[in-house]
């Protein structure tokens, strides 16, 4: 009788893990999904795209890409759309001294996906890379790879992945965004650059979940910050610009520390101390607590935790939570920017989000609960994704096994972009791509007719085992931060005529000051 059963729930899960919807199977069907060369296979040179040493990035007044030198380095989003405009939906493109593959197609996406293997690589950056070379310090996590890289990432995904345990920190991060609205209160409603406080909100809430501190970057009087307050967020925005800057430039740093080179040195190793700082000071509390067994497993410390985790090194522990502050925070502000942005741009749709707000929690504080009741909440996050994708592109991985992709073999070690950005705006995709509309990511809205291939195509967290380990806990703070924003204030838009420019320096970032209104609600 038990071989019976056993047997039945095999044919059951065979006959149901074939019936592909009709989308899918049609799409997935014209991707090719062969891992190995057939007769018919043509060469990864056959694939269109812009040839030889033409396509090599070369260095003037400004960095450009031949032959599409009219776009700025921080534009080049615009030059992979043109890219998929003249050849197609899988493209070559010289990146050094090999191909590189752009993919403009979510089914194509989606088969390099499924293929990625257990230990996913992608390029690390070369700046970082010099450094740690000519420092002699220990990689990152991001700079990882294969095994060593999963030791790392388990124990962190353990945690970082778990809703209740990023619950846990709703409570303290919620007192954060609410020093945020009193800070924008003692400036009399108005902000000359909503971005910095947005940038000091972020650091302050990162810190929490990071180092279980709060590092004074918000209070509840709205107090001006220290000068070592300001000089360490100014450290934070120049890694990433510098790292930005190191890909834009030929890259001299590797042959000798030059200025910029040495500039990122003292900003880098300013970060690290800063964490190193708090990571040695929960490091000491942990031992304090097991020798007087005073430990409790279940305390909301996500930094005791992965300290007291067999499997992570505190050397490790440090790397990954200074990484985690510093990408984090620049990355939670930006994308915060452009929602705030586009709801202040479009009223009604701010208009919708407020009834939401106040239907599921009033005038009063978000909890867990209530906040996994606010689709509408969620969805105005997601189509900020769209339209400012945070890259301009979208993830990379270096394939570490041959591909079949649209009839073309793609061999091991090539590095394959995926195009997220240019399908976010494609007409083909969504309807009328350049209007913010959060509607279309409702169920049942009758705005989403590619809803399989969507998935595949605003990933702004990217995807799989090697997706971004603290995205819960960014999302969380995106969420606290509208709700007690929209709770609190009408928000509108300095000048009402003005149009969004993105540009990008690694991250999509708003071109001019976000400029905004605050109009107090009546409770």
Not at 185 to 191: D, E, I, N, R
Not at 356 to 374: D, F, P, R
């Amino acid at each position: 009788m038990m071989n019976q059963q056993n047997t039945m729930k095999k044919q059951i899960a065979s006959f149901m893990s074939s019936k592909l919807s009709t989308a899918r199977a049609a799409h997935v069907a014209t991707a090719h999904p062969v891992n190995i060369r057939t007769e018919n296979s043509k060469s990864l040179e056959a694939i269109p795209g812009p040839s030889g040493i033409r396509a090599l990035p070369y260095i003037g007044p400004a960095f450009m890409f031949r032959p599409f030198g009219k776009f700025r380095p921080d534009k080049l989003n615009l030059l992979f759309q043109e890219l998929h405009q003249k050849y197609g939906k899988i493209v070559k493109f010289r990146k050094g001294s090999s191909w590189a593959v752009f993919l403009f197609d979510p089914s194509l996406i989606e088969v390099a996906m499924r293929h990625e293997g257990r230990y996913p690589k992608r390029p690390s950056m070369p700046l970082l890379d010099t450094y740690c070379k000519r420092s002699g310090a220990p990689p990152g996590i991001s700079q990882l790879t294969g095994k060593e890289w999963y030791d790392v990432r388990k124990p962190v995904q353990d945690r970082t992945m778990k809703p209740h345990i990023v619950a846990q920190y709703l409570p303290s991060q919620r007192d954060v965004a609410d020093d945020m609205v009193s800070t924008i209160k003692s400036q009399q409603l108005h902000v000359d650059d909503m971005s910095k406080l947005l940038f000091r909100y972020t650091a302050e809430s990162t810190g929490l979940f990071c180092f279980n501190v709060r590092l004074g970057f918000l209070d509840h009087r709205g107090c001006p910050m220290t000068r070592k307050q300001e000089d360490m967020l100014k450290s934070i925005r120049q890694f990433l610009a510098l790292v930005a800057q190191s890909f834009y430039t030929f890259p001299t740093f590797k042959l000798y520390p030059n200025k910029m080179y040495r500039t990122f040195e003292k900003v880098y190793g300013d970060v690290q101390k800063t964490g190193q700082v708090y990571v040695e000071s929960m490091y000491r509390e942990l031992c304090e607590k097991k020798a007087s067994g005073t430990l409790d497993p279940h305390e909301p410390n996500l930094l005791l935790a992965l300290l007291n985790d067999d499997r992570l090194p505190k050397e490790a522990c440090f790397r990954v939570m200074s990484s985690f502050f510093t990408v984090a925070t620049e990355n939670v502000a930006k994308s915060l920017s452009l929602s705030l942005w586009l709801l202040a741009k479009n009223k009604d749709k701010q208009e919708i989000l407020y009834q939401e707000i106040i239907s599921v929690c009033g005038t009063g504080k978000i909890n867990a609960t209530s906040l996994s009741h606010m689709p509408y909440l969620k969805a105005c996050v997601k189509e900020g994704h769209r339209l400012g994708f945070p890259s301009p592109v979208g993830s990379v991985r270096i394939i570490d096994k041959d591909l079949q992709l649209d009839g073309y073999h793609i061999p091991r070690g090539t590095e394959v972009h995926y195009g997220h950005n240019v399908l976010c705006h494609s007409p083909e995709y969504f309807d009328t791509p350049k209007a913010y509309i959060p509607e279309r990511w409702l169920r049942d809205s009758g705005n989403n007719t590619n809803n399989y291939l969507q998935s595949f195509i605003v990933m702004p967290f990217g995807f799989g085992t090697r997706n971004c380990p603290g995205r819960r806990f960014a999302e969380q703070q995106l969420f606290l931060a509208l709700i007690t924003l929209i709770q609190s204030f009408e928000i509108s838009l300095q000048d009402p005529e003005e149009q969004l420019s993105i540009v990008y320096n690694i991250l999509a970032t708003k071109e001019t000051p976000l400029e905004l209104n605050f109009k107090q609600r009546k409770k």
